[in-house]
Structure formats: C-alpha cells, structure tokens
C-alpha cells in the first residue's frame, strides 16, 4: 500500500533521493514519515512531515536529509545527502504514527565504498 522506492549503492558523500507512493486514502491530510532498520537494530523515525508541511529530522539526519510531499500525487520523498556508512539501511515510509498494517517492502540504501 505504501511503495517505497530509490535506494541503491552510493559512497560516502553521495546523494539518494527517496520516493513512496501510495493511495488517497492512505495520505490524504495525514502526517507522512520516512524511517529506517539497520541490521541488527529497531526500526527508527528517520524524518516527518505533517499535513501543514511541517518538519521533524532525527538529530542524526538533520542537515543533510529533507522531506518533502506531493499532496497531488500522493507521494512522499526523502532526499539524502552526504550520506554516511551508518545511513546504511532500509528504508520505509509509512503515516506518522505508523500503522502496522502498512509497512511495505522497503527500499535498501547501502553507503560504501
């Protein structure tokens, strides 16, 4: 239901843009969010946007990631710069608080060199 896409294989330093698509019913007028599970670890709120465009970043990301949305086409994006080894994995998006039944596949980011 919610399709995120984008990841891939980048060094240090490089850039990512994320994209998740989903329908109107799932994005219309809520707060969106961008999070990530590394290997071994919980899955974490990387970035939020709420319905009036308002902002959140995780302290780790802030600078060098931005969320963004499309209210036309449903869509949520996550830019990503300057990425570091420990941005390494994957990422999901989903309405902010989460919903369990919308978890999708995710989208793999790897940062190495």
């Known amino acids: 239901q919610l399709q995120a896409s984008g990841g891939g294989l980048v060094q240090p330093g490089g850039s990512l843009r994320l994209t998740c698509t989903t329908s109107?019913?799932?994005?219309?007028?809520?707060?969106m969010g961008w999070y990530r599970q590394a290997p071994g670890r919980e899955r974490e709120l990387v970035a939020r946007?709420?319905?009036?465009?308002?902002?959140v970043y995780d302290e780790s990301v802030k600078g060098r990631f931005t969320i963004s949305r499309d209210n036309y086409k449903y869509t949520v994006y996550l830019q990503m710069n300057s990425l570091k080894p420990e941005d390494t994995a994957v990422y999901y998006c989903?309405?902010?608080?989460?919903?369990?039944?919308?978890w999708g596949q995710g989208t793999l980011v790897t940062v190495s060199s």
């Open positions: 109107r019913n799932i994005f219309d007028r809520r707060h």
């Open positions: 989903n309405r902010w608080p989460p919903r369990g039944d919308y």
């Open positions: 946007i709420n319905n009036n465009d308002d902002t």
